[in-house]
């Protein structure tokens, strides 16, 4: 079970304090092979003979910053939905049914990611939050 404040990736513990982290060599590269500003929080189900319940989002987590908007969106078996890019913002992505395979390259020029890539298979059977600078 992970404390308040700690995330899970590629089984190993990592930050979740945006630009605090640092690499095992010291350098502010992304934790653990993630790109920089990329926080990965693993989600806990709650289930009893009613139902279920997942907390997503806490205004309490330490990396909630404001709140924009939420929307919800859905895609078709066999569709792809890519190359989404947004400079000023930070996205909020939990995949709440079935399975997605989410892709995020670093482009931004002074990032020490740049260049890097990293996947995600959330959803269903890994339920994730994950916050892309």
């Excluded at 020490?112 to 990293?118: D, Q, S, V």
Aim: aromatic share 10%; with cysteine.
């Amino acid at each position: 079970m992970l404390d308040k404040g700690q995330c899970w990736f590629k089984n190993r513990f990592c930050c979740v304090r945006r630009n605090k982290c640092k690499s095992p060599n010291g350098d502010r590269k992304g934790v653990n092979g993630v790109i920089e500003g990329v926080i990965v929080k693993q989600l806990k189900v709650h289930a009893d003979e009613r139902g279920w319940l997942m907390e997503i989002l806490r205004c309490d987590d330490e990396f909630f910053d404001q709140f924009g908007q939420v929307y919800l969106t859905t895609c078709y078996p066999g569709v792809i939905k890519a190359w989404h890019c947004h400079r000023e913002q930070t996205d909020r992505l939990c995949v709440v049914k079935g399975m997605a395979k989410v892709a995020l390259w670093d482009g931004r020029e002074n990032s020490p990611t740049k260049g890097e890539l990293n996947v995600f298979y959330m959803g269903e059977r890994n339920p994730i939050l994950l916050v892309i600078p």
